[in-house]
């Protein structure tokens, strides 16, 4: 199973969305920069490094980087079964998860960007991590230090990151030396995230939060607050706002990715952070970074090495996925219809799917087996026809979605394979 991880502020990297100019994902800068009011290109392609790592930039930058890099991957007609993401990178996953929408999770992180800003600038916070230490041991140094720090990270056992003043921050590294740490790094940030001098954030984003119509997650998201799943749509609000102030329980959120039956990681973004803590936390995993367009290839070769390209493109629109897998793409741009015999009203869910986004079209799995040739939908005015056999087990696209030529629209097994 397929778990996308999005990375956090701290993944920027100067020019990182430059080799992705060409791209058709690319468009999700545009629509991006006119959610946000900001020009979101300029930053990915041209600013330096300084202007780039301001708490405001760095974020947007980041979380609209991990949508264009989202964006290719669901082209390729790969989606994940769970989804989580490291601080801003929690944004990314929910807009992944259809929790919220795109336009919405831009105006959230202009928010939240802007009070974090804010509130680090009237603080004067400072951040380091302490590699080779216990989290016990982290948590005793920030209490021993009887000043202003907290545990703001667990990342990976023997990996936490303490914030707070500059001074608590001092005394408590100085204390996690005698307590034997292998090593401190001061990070270079602007602000105590994710500790109680956050808390001046915490009313601006609520505010921006209240305005957001959030959804039932299509795939389970991992909260950096508890590391728990939460499939509450009421329950995300909350979260967001606690998040500020809260630790991120990195390692914990992917232990519960694992125990969900993740086999593979794959981290949707820029940076490569996530991979090396999943590598740290679980050995055993199978970790993927994709940060630019020559990743996507070594994705196809790593989870579907045996995709091809239907035989006839120009009468019937698909992708070989797996042995027993099988993706419908769009052969146009355009507004999706599915067809509506395929619709059992009241169905329930086929096992596997996770749930369904507003407006997507459920399926019951007696009346969704598909031979080749027959119609499945519209895109404008054109039919969509499956050039294969198989049982419908996911609707990829929803009903009115404006999709693209090649984005994957429906999801199909072979007869005897379903999930």
């Not at 140094?141 to 056992?157: H, I, L």
């Not at 990070?187 to 939060?209: C, I, W, Y």
């Not at 959030?214 to 606690?242: I, K, Y």
């Amino acid at each position: 199973m397929l778990a996308f991880t999005f990375p956090g502020q701290g993944s920027q990297r100067f020019q990182m969305g430059a080799a992705w100019v060409d791209h058709p994902s690319w468009e999700v800068v545009t629509e991006a920069s006119n959610a946000s009011g900001v020009d979101i290109a300029y930053l990915l392609t041209e600013a330096p490094i300084a202007e780039l790592t301001l708490t405001f930039n760095a974020q947007l930058a980041t979380l609209t980087q991990s949508l264009v890099v989202l964006d290719a991957i669901e082209r390729l007609g790969f989606s994940p079964g769970a989804c989580a993401g490291h601080s801003l990178g929690e944004y990314s996953s929910l807009i992944a998860s259809g929790a919220i929408e795109f336009s919405e999770g831009l105006r959230l992180a202009v928010a939240r960007g802007h009070a974090m800003a804010t509130a680090a600038a009237s603080t004067r916070g400072t951040m380091a991590a302490l590699i080779g230490i216990s989290d016990s041991d982290a948590q005793a140094a920030c209490y021993r230090a009887e000043s202003d720090v907290w545990v703001a990270n667990y990342n990976a056992p023997g990996q936490v990151v303490i914030g707070g003043t500059f001074e608590g921050v001092e005394k408590a590294c100085e204390v996690a030396t005698k307590l034997g740490v292998k090593r401190v790094i001061r990070l270079q940030v602007s602000g105590a995230f994710h500790t109680p001098l956050m808390l001046g954030a915490r009313a601006e984003l609520r505010d921006a939060l209240a305005q957001v119509s959030f959804q039932t997650p299509e795939v389970p998201v991992v909260s950096n607050v508890d590391g728990h799943f939460h499939d509450d749509r009421d329950e995300w609000p909350a979260l967001l706002s606690a998040q500020l102030c809260s630790p991120v329980r990195w390692y914990q959120g992917v232990e519960t990715l694992i125990g969900f039956g993740a086999t593979t990681l794959v981290e949707v973004g820029p940076g490569g952070v996530l991979s090396g803590l999943a590598r740290r936390i679980a050995p055993e995993l199978h970790t993927l970074s994709v940060a630019t367009p020559d990743d996507l290839d070594t994705m196809m070769d790593v989870i579907a090495p045996t995709k091809t390209v239907a035989m006839d493109p120009n009468v019937h629109h698909g992708e070989h996925l797996y042995i027993s897998e099988r993706v419908v793409v769009s052969p146009s741009t355009g507004i999706f219809s599915p067809e509506e015999s395929l619709h059992a009203p009241g169905a329930g869910l086929l096992p596997g799917t996770g749930g369904m986004t507003a407006g997507m079209v459920d399926t019951d799995a007696r009346d969704a087996h598909l031979n080749v040739g027959d119609l499945v939908g519209r895109v404008g005015v054109a039919d969509v026809r499956t050039p294969f056999e198989g049982v419908l087990v996911r609707w990829l696209a929803t009903a009115g979605e404006r999709v693209q030529e090649g984005q994957p629209l429906l999801w199909l097994k072979v007869e005897g394979e379903r999930r």
